[in-house]
């Protein structure tokens, strides 16, 4: 059976140290921020940098070690690896892909306690990764990014912080993340509510929500897992939806001492497991990416699955949706309606007109008054920006040129920004499969960008004008033919409806566009040589 290119790769390599340690009872990876004398005089220059240390970082990092890169820094903001699932750690977190996919193939962890595992699960696992591989050292906390310029003279980077430390790079790995900025809705009078603001990515574990009123704004991914746990504590719960999703049932079960023993004893029958999960999910993609018979299908079995959860044929044509399979992200849950028909939880579809000190007043007049505001309202996903300023050649920001839309070679590189690598840059978003399976792809491919400056002593490898617009005007046209584009509202789309998230293929499509690095497609200028 055919397999992923960064599958097919491992056989021949020694395999990765797998990890041991059950995900749940993790050890804490902290560092000092104190640095040496020779590193605050800032003259210390690395061959990478890496911005993030959460999966997209980490894993960089393992992959530059193993192609033999080991001077390299990872710059984390917080003090603790983990990325979003550090930040997201609301009641009922957890992750809509299966376990055995959402994890990377060269360090398979066999404990996993569910099929869909929470996000303590799941950042215990990135904590596995830091300590497994040995990747202490190469992290520095507290180093929240305000400016990436390069210095066209010299053919480096350099990245400033707010602790007013910068710090030089040959090469640069922006890994923070598409994820990284909570997004508050733009709704009047927000900061008029007198009572509590909570928002999914910033939870409040010290909040009693006991005997409380609360209102929960939005319906997507993370309110349809917190929806569900709210309403077993508090009074009276609240529910804002402006669109109904799409929602699936959830195929979540506990693994057995016997399978973890199995997997761990035997690696290749959960190597079997994520590839069969992995081609699962693969064929989705004919049900969400294009509209066909098979989305259809989807349709019919998603109100097949609200008419069986929701018997009360007034609510389920508020949970209906009016668009497409696939336009926006399908989410899975087996107790977000149950939860929606609970006593004291009333769903609201009127829209929101403003937010007033006692709470929350709909566009027929009705003022809603609430303890507590969760907003369930994501991220803020630079679709046409860059979470801080990124100077190239000559001073030219990358903001400026992606404010019609983001675009870069292969999702990776951008013109005029060398010896620069994004993860889950442009047109890299999977709709159906996992994230780590096109994460690892990226991964590859900037590794063997940076193995090729560093071993041909390059000054600057900086991918061509044409060939990026070329590539992306390919990308655009496959694009306008997906459901993404058929006309729903969502975040995978500005608000002129560009899509510059979404990349129009299966994952295998997807592998074959990052397996190869075609060095003439780049602009390549040698170093200068000191004798």
Wanted: charged fraction near 20%.
């Amino acid at each position: 059976m055919i397999e992923l290119e960064f599958e097919m790769n491992n056989r021949t390599q020694k395999p990765a140290q797998a990890l041991k340690a059950a995900p749940t009872s993790r050890t804490t990876v902290r560092r000092s921020s104190s640095k040496s004398s020779a590193e605050k005089s800032g003259e210390h220059v690395y061959d990478t940098l890496i911005i993030g240390a959460g999966f997209a970082g980490l894993g960089t990092a393992i992959k530059l070690r193993e192609a033999g890169v080991h001077n390299v820094a990872i710059l984390e903001r917080a003090s603790e690896v983990g990325g979003t699932w550090r930040d997201n750690q609301y009641p009922g977190a957890a992750c809509d892909i299966p376990s055995n996919l959402y994890s990377f193939s060269f360090a398979p962890n066999p404990n996993w306690s569910r099929s869909y595992s929470g996000s303590k699960e799941i950042l215990g696992y990135v904590h596995s990764l830091v300590n497994d591989f040995g990747l202490e050292q190469l992290i520095q906390y507290q180093q929240n990014v305000t400016r990436v310029e390069l210095d066209d003279a010299q053919g480096l980077w350099m990245i400033h912080t707010d602790s007013g430390r910068v710090w030089k790079g040959k090469t640069v790995i922006m890994a923070s993340g598409p994820l990284a900025n909570a997004s508050f809705p733009k709704i009047r009078g927000i900061e008029n509510f007198k009572g509590k603001k909570i928002h999914s990515a910033q939870w409040d574990h010290e909040y009693d929500f006991t005997g409380k009123r609360v209102a929960v704004i939005g319906t997507g991914a993370s309110a349809i897992q917190i929806i569900p746990e709210l309403v077993k504590k508090v009074d009276k719960l609240k529910v804002f939806q402006r669109t109904p999703a799409w929602v699936m049932p959830r195929p979540d079960f506990s693994t057995s001492e016997l399978s973890k023993k199995l997997f761990a004893k035997l690696p290749f029958t959960q190597k079997a497991i994520r590839e069969a999960l992995y081609w699962t999910h693969e064929s989705m993609a004919l049900a969400v990416i294009w509209s066909s018979p098979v989305t259809r299908l989807g349709e019919r079995l998603g109100q097949a699955f609200l008419k069986s959860q929701v018997p009360d044929p007034w609510m389920r044509r508020q949970l209906k949706p009016d668009y497409k399979l696939g336009c926006k992200r399908i989410l899975v849950s087996n107790d977000y309606y149950p939860a929606l028909q609970k006593e004291n939880c009333e769903l609201i579809t009127w829209p929101i007109a403003n937010i007033v000190e006692q709470g929350i007043r709909t566009s027929e007049g009705i003022e809603h008054r609430v303890d507590c505001i969760v907003f369930a309202t994501g991220f803020d996903v630079p679709k046409s920006g860059t979470p801080y300023p990124v100077l190239g050649v000559g001073g030219r920001e990358l903001a400026k040129e992606w404010q019609r839309g983001a675009q870069a070679y292969k999702s990776i590189n951008v013109s005029g920004y060398p010896n620069l690598y994004i993860m889950f840059g442009p047109n890299s978003g999977p709709g159906h499969n996992s994230a780590l399976v096109y994460m690892e792809q990226q991964i590859a491919y900037a590794v063997k960008g940076i193995r090729t400056i560093l071993d041909s002593n390059l000054k600057m490898l900086d991918v061509k004008p044409d060939v990026q617009a070329k590539h992306n005007a390919n990308i655009q046209k496959r694009l306008a033919k997906t459901n993404w584009n058929s006309g729903c509202k969502s975040w995978y789309l500005t608000e002129d409806g560009f899509n510059a998230t979404m990349f129009p293929g299966f994952a295998t499509q997807y592998a074959a566009q990052m397996g190869t690095f075609d060095v003439k497609a780049y602009r390549q200028v040698k170093a200068d040589v000191v004798a």
